[in-house]
C-alpha cells in the first residue's frame, strides 16, 4: 500500500499514488516529494508525531521487486472510472507485470515477476 514509484534507464520518473476522491488513480511524471519537508510547521510536527508519515526508500534490490528491476516496460494498460479518469494501470513487463489500483482511499500495487 502507498505510492508507487519506477525510475527508468533515462532519468525519467511514473509515480502512481491513490486520488484524493478515492478512486482515482494519480499517475504522475515527477519524483513523490515529502509534504512534510521540510517539518518546520508547528502544526506539521504534531501531526507526524500522532499519526506518522510516509518515507520513500528503495526498494530495488528486495523481493519480487528485484525480479522486474531492469526489464523493459512493453505495454501499459488503463482501466478507467466512468468519467474518464484513470481508476487501474498495469505494466506489462515481458512475463511480469506490476498493476496499480487505487481502492477506497488506498493505492494497491500487485506484483507478478513470472
Known amino acids: ?15 502512481f499514488d491513490a486520488g484524493v ?3 482515482e488513480l494519480r499517475i504522475g ?3 513523490w516529494r515529502d509534504p512534510f519537508e521540510p ?3 508547528p502544526v506539521n510536527i ?3 508525531a500522532n499519526s506518522g508519515k510516509y518515507t520513500a526508500f528503495d526498494v530495488t534490490d528486495e523481493s519480487p521487486y528485484d ?5 523493459r516496460v ?5 482501466v ?10 498495469t505494466l506489462y513487463l515481458g512475463t511480469g507485470m506490476v498493476k496499480a489500483e487505487s481502492i477506497a482511499d488506498e493505492l494497491i500495487v500487485t506484483l507478478i515477476s513470472a
Open 1 to 15: 500500500e502507498g505510492p508507487i514509484e519506477f525510475t527508468f534507464h533515462n532519468g525519467s520518473t511514473l509515480l
Open 21 to 23: 476522491d478515492g478512486a
Open 29 to 31: 511524471g515527477a519524483p
Open 39 to 41: 517539518l518546520v510547521d
Open 46 to 48: 504534531e501531526y507526524v
Open 67 to 71: 525480479e522486474l528491476a531492469g526489464r
Open 74 to 78: 512493453d505495454a501499459v494498460s488503463v
Open 80 to 89: 478507467p472510472l466512468a468519467d474518464g479518469r484513470p481508476r487501474a494501470a
